[in-house]
């Protein structure tokens, strides 16, 4: 597709120019402290060095519903959280049942679905003992999970059977099991146990596959010293390339530890009125700046996040003028804030690519700025090398009053696995 041709050799110049940004979140899951719920938190990733608080980017988000569970502090721990980044859901847990948020970042909860809806698979169940920490999965529909039995399943949204079964690695004991994570560069799924000073790795089944032992076991590296136990958490930064060690960060509720360089970071969820549950990183495009025009103009996105192979992804413009009735797309590899006109800034820094064609604008939302158009901007699949990209992204609206265009705010977006 020309899209395609175009965006590729783009994201590649995103990767070789890229430097930290805000276009990935960094999620906790806090067990909640009654009478408030538990809750969904976000800070910009990776988290920072330790000292200061980490600044929330977006406020909680709470689960309503879901009941205060104990922190995964005390083995066997409860609850925790997967965010699936090619349709921007993400699932929460508090041990005997599941919550699902559409869209996410936004807040709207579904009804909570009771884990005995899964059936057992042939290693055993699903939930009955709690689940004890959650993962997503490169399979469509489909989360990890681990139960206090020490069970890793797979198991599809819709509630219905598990599609794949193992127990842990031999090293961690099933009662101290505390986290799950999975990384799609390698195909390997990371556990923590609340008592073991290390993360362990198992090859996670296919889709069909039974063992009922063991998984096959993969690579261990120890946790930082500065990361004092108990471990109730792991996670693997999407956006970023594989390595020798790979990019998992590890919590004990308070503060968090990067594998791959032996740093420790700001706490998880500040201000953290009890420890958190579960982490995980997701590749959420960050809008900037202020447009010009109507609206003013905003940019946005749909068909879940800027992950490899996601085919839906696209960028959004709304709160266009009622005259508007074409855009086009501007791209570059920096930002930038350069006025143009009165009111009027450009936010990348040229060169700038077009990327064509020029798209109708569309009366599709409220007055007195009506208008929306849509742009599909496909993930090439790889190479794995276009992950950690910074693109920069800005929408030209026309015509319109003086200047005689309208320009929208700009978003960051990173490239990660999916």
């Known amino acids: 597709m020309k899209v395609q041709t175009l965006f590729g050799p783009a994201l590649l110049a995103g990767a070789l120019l890229s430097a930290p940004g805000l276009a990935q979140r960094f999620v906790s899951l806090d067990g909640g402290l009654a009478p408030a719920p538990p809750a969904l938190t976000a800070v910009p990733a990776p988290p920072g060095v330790m000292g200061p608080p980490c600044a929330p980017i977006l406020p909680a988000c709470p ?50 679905l009771p884990l005995p809806l899964w059936p057992p698979g042939l290693c055993g169940p699903v939930g009955g003992p709690p689940i004890v920490a959650m993962a997503d999965s490169a ?42 994570t999975f990384d799609p ?38 946790i930082p010293t500065c990361l004092a136990p108990p471990w109730i958490g792991v996670t693997v930064n999407t956006a970023v390339a594989p390595g020798p060690i790979p990019a998992l960060t590890v919590s004990n509720g ?38 010009c025009g109507c609206g003013p103009p905003t940019i946005g996105t749909a068909g879940g996040y800027p992950v490899l192979g996601n085919a839906g992804f696209t960028i959004t413009a709304s709160g266009a003028g009622p005259g508007v009735v074409a855009g086009a797309l501007f791209l570059s590899v920096v930002p930038a804030a350069i006025p143009i006109a009165p009111g009027c800034t450009v936010l990348i820094l040229p060169p700038v690519l077009f990327l064509p064609p020029v798209v109708p604008v569309v009366p599709g939302g409220p007055p007195p700025c009506p208008g929306t ?33 309208e320009l929208s705010n700009s978003l960051e977006v990173a490239v990660g696995f999916p």
């Open 63 to 112: 689960l309503p519903g879901l009941p205060a569970f104990p922190p995964g502090v005390i083995p066997p721990s409860f609850g925790g959280e997967a965010i699936d980044e090619a349709t921007a859901t993400a699932y929460a847990t508090d041990g005997a049942g599941l919550f699902i948020l559409a869209t996410y970042p936004g807040c709207v909860v579904a009804p909570p």
């Open 185 to 222: 560069a390698t195909g390997l799924l990371w556990f923590t146990s609340a008592v073991l000073p290390m993360v362990v790795s198992g090859l996670a089944p296919a889709v069909g596959t039974f063992l009922c032992a063991p998984l096959p076991p993969g690579p261990v590296f120890p």
């Open 254 to 291: 308070l503060i968090t530890a990067d594998i791959s360089t032996g740093l420790c970071t700001c706490p998880v969820m500040p201000p953290a009125a009890i420890p958190t549950t579960d982490i995980d990183f997701a590749n959420i495009p960050e809008p900037y700046g202020t447009g």
């Open 373 to 405: 158009a849509a742009y599909p901007l496909p993930v090439p699949a790889g190479p794995p090398g276009l992950v950690g990209a910074l693109v920069y992204l800005q929408w030209a609206l026309f015509p319109a009053g003086p200047p005689g265009f």
């Open 139 to 180: 399979t469509p529909g489909a989360i990890w999970v681990v139960n206090a039995l020490g069970i890793v399943s797979l198991i599809p949204v819709a509630p219905g059977p598990p599609l794949a079964q193992a127990f842990l690695p031999p090293m961690i004991p099933p009662p101290t099991v505390t986290g799950i």
